[in-house]
DNA sequence: TAAATATATGAACAAATATTCATATATAAT
DNA sequence: ATTATATATGAATATTTGTTCATATATTTA
């Protein structure tokens, strides 16, 4: 393990310690980077995008993303599992909306930080 | 291809012409996923919480999260070429801090979300 | 009741990615 | 100059993950 070879002059004890103490903890680190997760796949942004806009059916989204009903319903449930969307069954279909208004804050923030970036 | 097979009447064509038109463009959509992605994985996201404490040297951060100087490197240069980070060079260290405030309000949002889940 | 439709899901496959290992580079110390 | 140290990086490996394909379930219609 290389990652003791570091002399003890090169390493800051103090500042180490001090992020140790105000760290986050494990458990936080693994929701967040599970939630994140939820935002690093295109076609998950999109169908959150749409739904933002307006509740849509399974059909509905995929004749809007261009894809088909499996890959399109795999990612409902992902994002179901997380808590993300809701779905309500009417007949034969299912219609799918947002749980909440942090997946808005989410994407105006990630947005404003890549407009920035573009200066 | 199933994503033709709905019934004209199944489909809402006036909320997905109106999706179709509010969406953000694919350009965006593809940086806000990279973007994201960046902030999916635990070892990244431990490294930008040590960084939001504290400016570490490679080695002060292999030590803080017990992981070998080659894998913390790959990940800031990850961080690096997404300029979520700089670099400052000093002697044979270098010095890494972050790049900007937008690193913190998408983990502090992110942070929010998963305590109101678990209410 | 049988057939058709909308959605869900398990398994297989392909693509992406995090870590390890080996090695390279740059700086400092001897 | 040579050796040691801090960091960087290419290649290999192992794991994760998104889509497809086949099939299952639930609801409606004939």
Redesign the interface.
Known sequence: ??????EDE???QD??E???K???NGD??????????V????TR??IL??LL?????V??I???L?????S?SHQLKVLREM?LVKAKKVG??VYYSLK?D?IQ???E??????N??EI
Chains 1, 2 share one sequence.
Not at 1 to 6: A, R
Not at 53 to 57: A, D, K, R, T, Y
Not at 109 to 114: K, Q, R, S, W
């Open positions: 393990m290389d990652y003791l070879d570091c090169v390493l800051h500042k180490i001090e992020a140790r105000k760290m986050m936080i680190i693994f929701d967040l980077s599970n939630l994140y997760k935002f690093s796949d295109e942004l999109r995008n749409a806009i307006s509740e849509l059916c059909c509905d995929s004749d809007l261009g894809m088909t009903h499996s399109i808590k034969k279909s909440d942090h804050k989410i994407i923030i990630g947005v404003e930080h890549i920035e970036k």
